[in-house]
């Protein structure tokens, strides 16, 4: 299994709502990636979890807050959105933190902030 | 984070080689330099990888300067399927967090 799953597919939600996007992969890898993309730009990142602890934020707004449970699953839980971040919101992930080993990329949610 | 520069777009015909190119004089020893393509509504996806040698694989080929300064991509025929963003990474393998920082990418166009 080389997936990486991400759910839902797409999302729409009001400025005051609380939503959470989902991550999985069972590869057993143990460095995770939150990245955002809006339309005909490379995907910035946003978040990364390596060994199931927050490592990197790349200076990301509170109402974006990552969690990772366990080593398989990745969340992004959103409240009080703006509608400019309205995005693809990608995950990645790839073997231990500390190789240069591909990283694998799920299929992103589509997030529109209404 | 060391950068790398690559052409805004390019455009190839189909069933002919495509050389994508890609400089990044600042790399360090430890950075692998990584290829991924982005088809049209889909996430990225890993299409190859080198540290120093040039590397094969069933998608593509990666040619790497002897000084590391710069690679090409090489699609040996392309096809429609191959129209995407084509992004060139360095990764450093030192880095505990590892990251991937994305650049401008090229944008290959392919020509039935």
């Known amino acids: 299994d080389t997936e990486v799953t991400q759910t839902p597919k797409h999302l729409v939600m009001g400025m005051t709502n609380k939503k959470s996007l989902k991550c999985e992969q069972h590869?057993?890898?143990?460095?995770m990636y939150w990245y955002k993309q809006k339309a005909k730009k490379p995907p910035e990142l946003m978040f990364v979890?390596?060994?199931?602890?927050?490592?990197i934020n790349e200076s990301v707004p509170s109402r974006f807050s990552p969690e990772c449970p366990n080593s398989s699953l990745l969340n992004l839980h959103l409240h009080a959105l703006q509608p400019e971040d309205s995005a693809l919101y990608l995950c990645?992930?790839?073997?231990?933190?500390?190789?240069?080993?591909?990283?694998?990329f799920g299929q992103g949610t589509r997030l529109t902030v209404v | 984070d060391a950068k790398t520069t690559q052409p805004n777009s390019m455009e190839s015909n189909e069933e002919e080689p495509v050389h994508l190119p890609c400089n990044h004089s600042?790399?360090?020893?430890?950075?692998?330099i990584h290829w991924y393509r982005q088809l049209p509504s889909q996430g990225p996806e890993y299409v190859i990888h080198?540290?120093?040698s040039n590397v094969n694989n069933r998608m593509a080929s990666l040619a790497i300067a002897e000084d590391r300064k710069s690679s090409t991509l090489i699609l040996h025929r392309a096809t429609l399927r191959d129209a995407a963003v084509y992004y060139c990474?360095?990764?450093?393998?030192?880095?505990?967090?590892?990251?991937?920082?994305f650049g401008g990418g090229t944008r290959l166009m392919v020509k039935p």
């Open positions: 080198g540290l120093t």
């Open positions: 990645a992930s790839s073997q231990r933190p500390g190789t240069g080993n591909e990283a694998f």
């Open positions: 600042t790399i360090s020893g430890t950075d692998y």
């Open positions: 979890y390596s060994y199931e602890k927050l490592s």
């Open positions: 590869m057993g890898h143990r460095a």
């Open positions: 990474i360095l990764r450093d393998g030192n880095n505990a967090g590892n990251m991937l920082t």
